[in-house]
């Protein structure tokens, strides 16, 4: 790798080897094949493994056909762990099946149950489906007039009334998070303010993919000369890493 770095190559030959090595397989440490990148099709119906959500028409995916397994791309870019603003003391680590017996958790945001990938802090018993960690931390939403921010929980009523939804009109548990504005005393289930709202990729300085890179071999990429270094590096050691775990698994 030193070799390669400190050789002469111009930046285009770099950016053609990015090119290459992210057209070629991918290793994801939730699954024993290698993955490829691929465009789902109309009609196709595909369920993303990682966060359990139906897969778009026409989304970057990574797929393994034998096992019918399938990524969406920044559910297969997500990081291993990160560091979330709900829970400082510990960071939450990306894990592929609940460890618990009952094979489900139940997520501390949206309080329903989960059978895939969470974010988890294993000691204190945090458990985050993938969308749900990458919740916005501020919204508009068109059942109120203001933005809405999001609350880990939510505080008793005086009168001892209970909250209910202003979009489901369903009773909203305490222990899960809320979107609401403090001011007007409204609040919403998370997933009933954010069933438009698309789950993005985590954004995170270190995160290779906050860069923006363009897959299509047509167009032009635009990235500082440190940046693709920077990207070069991270992906021939994710190659050397996923060359090892074959050679290790042989
Ligand atoms: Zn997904
Ligand atoms: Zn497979
Ligand atoms: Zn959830
Ligand atoms: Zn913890
Ligand atoms: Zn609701
Ligand atoms: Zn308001």
């Known amino acids: 790798m030193i070799q390669l770095l400190s050789s002469n190559k111009s930046l285009t030959t770099i950016c053609i080897e990015i090119r290459k090595i992210r057209k070629m397989e991918y290793k994801h440490f939730s699954h024993d094949h290698h993955l490829n990148l691929y465009q789902s099709q109309p009609g196709q119906n595909l369920l993303c493994h ?24 920044h559910c297969g870019n997500a990081n291993r762990f990160i560091k979330h603003p709900s829970h400082p003391a510990h960071p939450l680590i990306l894990i592929p099946t609940p460890t618990y017996c009952s094979g489900a958790f139940i997520c501390n945001a949206c309080g329903s149950l989960g059978k895939s990938f969470s974010y988890s802090c294993p000691t204190c018993e945090i458990d985050l489906h993938l969308n749900c960690a990458f919740l916005p931390p501020k919204i508009t939403h068109n059942s109120h007039p203001h933005d809405l921010v999001i609350s880990p929980n ?13 979009v489901c009109d369903k009773r909203m548990g305490d222990k899960n998070w809320n979107y609401c504005c403090v001011g007007c005393d409204f609040r919403l289930h998370t997933f009933c303010a954010t069933n438009e709202v698309k789950p993005g990729l985590y954004v995170d300085d270190e995160d290779p993919d906050s860069v923006s890179v363009n897959r299509d071999d047509e167009q032009v990429i635009e990235l500082t000369e440190e940046e693709v270094i920077q990207l070069y590096k991270i992906q021939i050691l994710t190659q050397m890493m996923s060359n090892a775990n074959i050679n290790a698994n042989v």
């Open 50 to 73: 990682g966060c359990q959500t139906p897969i778009s028409d026409s989304s970057s995916i990574y797929a393994c056909w034998t096992c019918k397994f399938f990524l969406h791309d």
């Open 154 to 166: 939510l505080p008793k009523k005086k009168d001892g009334m209970v909250y209910v939804c202003k």
